[in-house]
Nanobody, 125 residues
Framework: QVQLVESGGGEVQIGESLRLSCTASLPGDILSGDANAMSWYRQVLGGNQRDLVASWYRGDFTDVSDSVKGRFTIARGDVENSVVLQMANLRSEDTGTYFC??????????????WGQGVQVTVSS
C-alpha cells in the first residue's frame, strides 16, 4: 500500500514563509524503483478543483506553476521518497489545503496517482 505523510502546514502572515514536507511509503513492486513524480496541489475552501502548484520528476526535474514562480521551490527531501515545498513571500491567495500526490508505475504496468490527506495553509493579513 502507498501511504503519504504530509507536514508543515499552518497559519502565517502575508510575506512570511512555510515549508511543507511529504514522505511516501512505496511498495516494492515499482518500475524503476522510484516514483515518476511527486507533486503538491492546492484546493481552496469550497472548491472542487485541485490546482497543481509544483512537481518533482524522476531524473530530478522540477516545475512550479506560474502563480508561485519565484516564490515557491520544490526539491527532493533528505528522507527517501520525500519532497519539500519551500514557500516564501506568501500571499493571501496561497491559502488553501495542500495535497501531496505521488505518481508511480507498478510492476504490473499499472500507473496510478496516490494522494495524501492534505495540510491547511492559511495566509492572513
Amino acid at each position: 500500500q502507498v501511504q503519504l505523510v504530509e507536514s508543515g502546514g499552518g497559519e502565517v502572515q502575508i510575506g512570511e514563509s512555510l515549508r511543507l514536507s511529504c514522505t511516501a511509503s512505496l511498495p516494492g513492486d515499482i518500475l524503476s524503483g522510484d516514483a515518476n513524480a511527486m507533486s503538491w496541489y492546492r484546493q481552496v475552501l469550497g472548491g472542487n478543483q485541485r490546482d497543481l502548484v509544483a512537481s518533482w520528476y524522476r531524473g530530478d526535474f522540477t516545475d512550479v506553476s506560474d502563480s508561485v514562480k519565484g516564490r515557491f521551490t520544490i526539491a527532493r527531501g533528505d528522507v527517501e521518497n520525500s519532497v519539500v515545498l519551500q514557500m516564501a513571500n506568501l500571499r493571501s491567495e496561497d491559502t488553501g489545503t495542500y495535497f501531496c500526490a505521488v505518481d508511480i508505475t507498478h510492476a504490473s504496468y499499472l500507473r496510478k496517482v496516490y494522494w495524501g490527506q492534505g495540510v491547511q495553509v492559511t495566509v492572513s493579513s
